[in-house]
């Protein structure tokens, strides 16, 4: 069964939680401070943690570095802030994912089996195939309709990063740092061009993405997903 810890100061939002995702077969671990959360990793050993940013004490991102320097579990962040900031330093401080409050449980199930799905997969998958196109980070090689779609290096640089942290949304300085390097972490406008060149390449629908997707303000998700 899969553990998954709840962390969230409000009692209400952690029994919520903790009813609709017992009664979809998870076993569920509720804390309600970042200092217990930190306990109940090192104890139960979860699968995955939904973790609320504004704890009391030890607030969620501290939780976030203090779990990030010894354990790769999955990790959601739930928020009622809306600046952008404080998204963006969970995302850099090594969270997952993040979801706004209030929001829909069918989005938060969703979010939850993505994280379990990176969580367990092959350390090294070369080729990712998404149904439109073929990737294979070994060969630095991608085909659309069985042909080379050929790239710049940048480009490549900029999609391989992306397809490394599949389904995972990587922020704009994630993206920047690694593709341009450090000291480009303000320069958005270059990933926006370079996004739409792919888009243009790889969509096949370039004006509504399916697997490069932006998170306005934030960053962008590489979906896997293939059509249905």
Request: overall charge positive; proline content about 8%; charged content about 40%.
């Given at each position: 069964m899969t553990r998954v810890l709840v962390v969230d100061d409000e009692p209400q939002i952690r029994r919520a939680l903790a009813t609709n995702l017992t009664a979809r077969g998870y076993e569920v671990v509720q804390a309600g401070s970042g200092e217990e959360a930190l306990r109940l990793v090192a104890e139960r050993h979860p699968d995955v943690v939904i973790l609320d940013i504004g704890l009391p004490g030890i607030d969620g991102i501290e939780v976030v570095h203090g779990l990030r320097g010894w354990t790769d579990v999955p990790i959601i962040m739930l928020s009622v802030r809306h600046d952008e900031r404080d998204k963006v330093e969970a995302l850099d401080a090594g969270a997952d994912d993040y979801l706004t409050k209030p929001f829909g449980m069918d989005e938060l199930l969703a979010r939850?089996?993505?994280?379990?799905?990176?969580?367990?997969?092959?350390?090294?998958?070369?080729?990712v195939d998404v149904g439109d196109f073929v990737v294979d980070l070994a060969a630095m090689?991608?085909?659309?309709d069985g042909v080379e779609v050929h790239l710049t290096?940048?480009?490549?640089?900029?999609?391989?990063?992306?397809?490394?942290?599949?389904g995972k949304l990587v922020t704009q300085q994630q993206l920047l740092t690694a593709v341009w390097g450090p000291g480009f972490e303000t320069q958005a406008n270059y990933l926006r061009v370079y996004m739409a060149g792919l888009r243009r390449k790889l969509e096949p629908d370039p004006g509504s993405p399916r697997h490069l997707v932006t998170e306005p303000g934030i960053?962008?998700?590489f979906e896997a997903s293939r059509r249905s």
């Open positions: 939850l089996r993505a994280a379990l799905r990176r969580a367990i997969a092959p350390a090294e998958e070369p080729v090689r991608i085909d659309r290096p940048t480009e490549w640089r900029v999609l391989a990063e992306l397809v490394r942290h599949r960053g962008y998700r």
